[in-house]
């Protein structure tokens, strides 16, 4: 098992770029998170999936889109980056509710 | 709000104990978790507490008080691969994960 993986491990943007970052997961978990994790605060959760074809907005969700159109994989859309966006960007994946959470290894972006 | 208190950094010696704090506050509660983050890398889970008391799992122990809005995280007999970031995460009534912002715990030989 893989478990949680995402594409790319890093990337470097301009200022109005888009890009998708692509989760995946193998443990054919029902839920999945996108997070994003800056310097000197928790993660905050973006977006986030309970099942195949369903997504629903976390705390931090302007200026992201996702979609779930395949139970393994999640995938976070930047339609327009902004510098503001620079992070690192983890996905996660659930078994079930009231479960643990597995994380993939990160995407780090910068946005210039 | 919701928000999950826990101190910035905290400096511990090879080999001693070291007691890592969290305080929360909740729109409810499902279990509070503990995740391990080493540097560059990905948190991983290391214990998950839903009911009042004491948890051990090898050289780590998680404690939880409810009425209290109180968990701690023991770390025994301490190595250098400890030295990490450690994660408080408290599941509330929605069954969202609330993080805190993590402590950074620094061993020294």
């Known amino acids: 098992n893989a478990g949680v993986t995402q594409t790319p491990k890093f990337r470097v943007l301009k200022t109005g770029q888009s890009m998708t970052l692509l989760c995946a997961q193998d443990?054919?978990?029902?839920?999945m998170y996108w997070y994003r994790q800056d310097p000197g605060m928790g993660l905050r959760l973006i977006h986030y999936s309970v099942g195949e074809g369903t997504t629903a907005k976390g705390e931090v969700p302007d200026g992201y889109n996702v979609s779930r159109l395949k139970k393994q994989n999640f995938l976070l859309g930047l339609e327009s980056a902004a510098p503001s966006q620079t992070s690192v960007y983890f996905c996660?994946?659930?078994?079930?509710?009231?479960?643990?959470?597995?994380f993939g290894p990160g995407t780090r972006l910068l946005v210039l | 709000g919701q928000n999950i208190d826990q101190p910035t950094e905290m400096t511990a010696t090879e080999g001693a104990i070291v007691q890592i704090n969290c305080t929360y506050q909740?729109?409810?509660?499902?279990?509070l978790f503990w995740y391990q983050q080493h540097a560059g890398e990905a948190p991983t889970f290391l214990s998950y507490?839903?009911l009042d008391g004491l948890e051990e799992k090898g050289r780590f122990s998680s404690f939880l008080s409810r009425s209290k809005g109180y968990s701690y995280l023991l770390l025994k007999e301490l190595q250098m691969k400890d030295s990490a970031s450690y994660l408080c995460a408290v599941m509330d009534s929605n069954y969202q994960l609330i993080w805190g912002a993590g402590t950074k715990l620094i061993i020294k030989p």
């Open positions: 507490n839903v």
């Open positions: 996660a994946s659930q078994p079930k509710e009231q479960e643990t959470q597995y």
């Open positions: 909740t729109s409810g509660f499902n279990g």
């Open positions: 443990m054919n978990h029902e839920y």
